[in-house]
């Protein structure tokens, strides 16, 4: 069974930092792009990255290219998002996605990340 | 960037009716168009891929059309199972994006 198990959720201050992991499991993570995507009760879903199976293709959303940064570690079957220079529109629940080129096929259950002073 | 248009945003179905959402793409995404439910405390999951494919596991309730621009979810008859929240994702182009979903509940 596919798991994604999302962590690193939490409260942080306007311009502070997170981190935010994905531990992947019931499958070959080393074969599979792998994606975050959010989302809020007012602005609703949003892609936020993708990476490719080997990492050698990477895309982000343009709002937040330069503060966002995804990884991925295949030995450890983990994905990452390195988040910079938080701002409350950045609060939202953040979900890994596993999917190739997008093709969104199995989701975690999302960590709630919360930009407020 | 493809712009999804989803609709309604909020429906109420009694059991056994038939439940029509629609999605239309502001370009030609051909058939590189997902469709979701979302239940709350529940994992997202995927119950229609390439516009018209039931993934396995999902009720044949379920069904997906349409090609380029306009597609549409069905579900036939209606079940107090199927109260959730539904949307959809094209995956034609970077970035991705989605509908702004459809609430759907139960009369």
């Known amino acids: 069974e596919v798991q994604l198990v999302e962590s690193g959720g939490g409260l942080v201050k306007p311009g502070g930092s997170l981190r935010l992991s994905c531990a992947a499991s019931?499958?070959?993570?080393?074969?599979?792009?792998m994606n975050w995507v959010r989302q809020t009760p007012g602005k609703g879903l949003e892609w936020v990255s993708s990476i490719s199976s080997s990492s050698f293709n990477i895309y982000y959303a343009d709002s937040l290219r330069g503060r966002f940064t995804i990884s991925r570690d295949n030995a450890k079957d983990s994905l990452y998002l390195q988040m910079d220079n938080l701002r409350a529109e950045d609060t939202a629940v953040y979900y890994c996605?596993?999917?190739?080129?997008?093709?969104?096929?199995?989701w975690g259950q999302g960590t709630l990340v919360t930009v407020s002073s | 960037e493809t712009t999804l248009t989803q609709s309604p945003a909020f429906m109420s179905a009694t059991p056994g009716d038939k439940v029509n959402i629609s999605c239309k793409a502001s370009q030609d995404i051909a058939d590189d168009m997902n469709w979701y439910q979302q239940k709350s405390g529940e994992p997202t999951i995927l119950i229609i891929q390439e516009a018209t494919t039931l993934v396995p596991g999902i009720p044949p309730r379920f069904s997906g059309s349409g090609y380029g621009t306009d597609f549409t979810l069905t579900i036939n008859n209606m079940e107090s199972e199927d109260v959730a929240y539904y949307f959809c994702?094209?995956?034609?182009?970077?970035?991705?994006?989605f509908g702004g979903g459809t609430k759907v509940e139960i009369k």
């Open positions: 019931g499958f070959t993570f080393s074969a599979y792009g």
């Open positions: 996605a596993r999917g190739n080129y997008g093709d969104l096929n199995s």
């Open positions: 994702l094209q995956h034609g182009n970077f970035p991705l994006t």
